[in-house]
T-cell receptor, first 113, second 113 residues
Framework: EAGVTQFPSHSVIEKGQTVTLRCDPI?????LYWYRRVMGKEIKFLLH????????ESGMPNNRFLAERTGGTYSTLKVQPAELEDSGVYFC???????????FGEGSWLTVV | QKEVEQNSGPLSVPEGAIASLNCTYS??????FFWYRQYSGKSPELIMF????GDKEDGRFTAQLNKASQYVSLLIRDSQPSDSATYLC?????????????FGAGTILRVKS
């Protein structure tokens, strides 16, 4: 069974540009989460999808961040325009049922210069 | 006060010794607790989870939970150099539409051969 896959693994962009991160959860997992770890800080929750619906987006930092999960399969997280403080690693995670073990992807490492 | 607190370390132990990793949490209503291991540049990997007060053992790992003291720990027996990693404590926080993990900043463990 394939795990949670994320693309790109690394991205370096200039301040003001746009980046779109993609996450493919484990097949059959309705719950998809985005987390972020910025340098020197703990991993922080961004948002939670159940299928295509946003159940909790309380962790999204501001309106420069847009997450979608059309069709309830893969998800994208767009940062537009990117700022220096957005640099960090963005983890996607999925689980079949909320409360079960959450499986993490390898992360997308974003550097904004 | 952070929701989940860990000593950042590094915690250095000799090979074969017991490594003791500690974590405290602030939400008394938290129900489930997780320990993740993260190697540099890799995704968090679940090691143990615990729901009930007391000890839970799995191989060389023992998780201990004390809800009255809001304290959870991870013991690693017969530590190996391959155990060197960052250990993340996570608390499953019940949100309005499901659960989400709240992470500590992690403790760096170094096992010296």
């Amino acid at each position: 069974e394939a795990g949670v896959t994320q693309f790109p693994s690394h991205s370096v962009i200039e301040k003001g540009q746009t980046v779109t991160l993609r996450c493919d959860p484990i097949s059959g997992h309705d719950n998809l989460y985005w987390y972020r770890r910025v340098m020197g800080k703990e991993i922080k929750f961004l948002l939670h999808f159940v299928k295509e619906s946003k159940q909790d987006e309380s962790g999204m930092p501001n309106n420069r961040f847009l997450a979608e999960r059309t069709g309830g399969t893969y998800s994208t997280l767009k940062v537009q325009p990117a700022e220096l403080e957005d640099s960090g690693v963005y983890f996607c995670a999925s689980t079949r049922n909320s409360g079960n073990t959450i499986y993490f992807g390898e992360g997308s490492w974003l550097t904004v210069v | 006060q952070k929701e989940v607190e860990q000593n950042s370390g590094p915690l250095s132990v000799p090979e074969g010794a017991i490594a003791s990793l500690n974590c405290t949490y602030s939400d008394r209503g938290s129900q489930s607790f997780f320990w993740y291991r993260q190697y540099s540049g890799k995704s968090p990997e679940l090691i143990m989870f615990i729901y009930s007060n007391g000890d839970k053992e799995d191989g060389r790992f023992t998780a201990q939970l004390n809800k009255a003291s809001q304290y959870v720990s991870l013991l690693i027996r017969d530590s190996q150099p391959s155990d060197s990693a960052t250990y993340l404590c996570a608390v499953n926080k019940k949100a309005e539409y499901g659960n989400k993990l709240v992470f500590g900043a992690g403790t760096i463990l170094r096992v010296k051969s």
